[in-house]
């Protein structure tokens, strides 16, 4: 059970990785401090205006390429399926079982 855990928890280190990194944009600067995201609405619509519509957070070239070769979405859909119903209750037997479901859940929901 504990390879599961570490499997299930390498995977979702994973996706957040790939997320991150397809959000950095081209440039890879458009990490924001976090003081950055209080302020106002208003601000943020006032700096907007008039500048039309841009994909600020398009993932470089390159790992767009990667990403397609290595076919990782069609990949993550397929870890995104259920588990067998078999499976399922076999886990929910015991307390540990559950702690792998909960995690496989949380994964797949991200």
Do not use: Y
């Not at 209080?38 to 767009?64: C, K, S, T």
């Amino acid at each position: 059970l504990k390879e599961c855990e570490d499997q299930l928890s390498s995977q979702q280190t994973a996706l957040e990785i790939l997320t991150n990194l397809c959000s950095l944009g081209e440039d890879g600067d458009n990490w924001e401090n976090v003081e950055s995201e209080e302020e106002d609405e208003a601000d943020v619509g006032d700096e907007m205006e008039g500048e039309g519509v841009q994909n600020i957070n398009a993932a470089p070239p390159p790992l767009i390429e990667a990403v397609v070769s290595l076919q990782i979405v069609q990949r993550v859909l397929e870890k995104a399926n259920s588990l067998p119903h078999n499976v399922t209750e076999i886990l929910q037997s015991s307390t540990k079982g559950k702690k792998i479901l909960k995690e496989f859940d949380n994964l797949r929901i991200r």
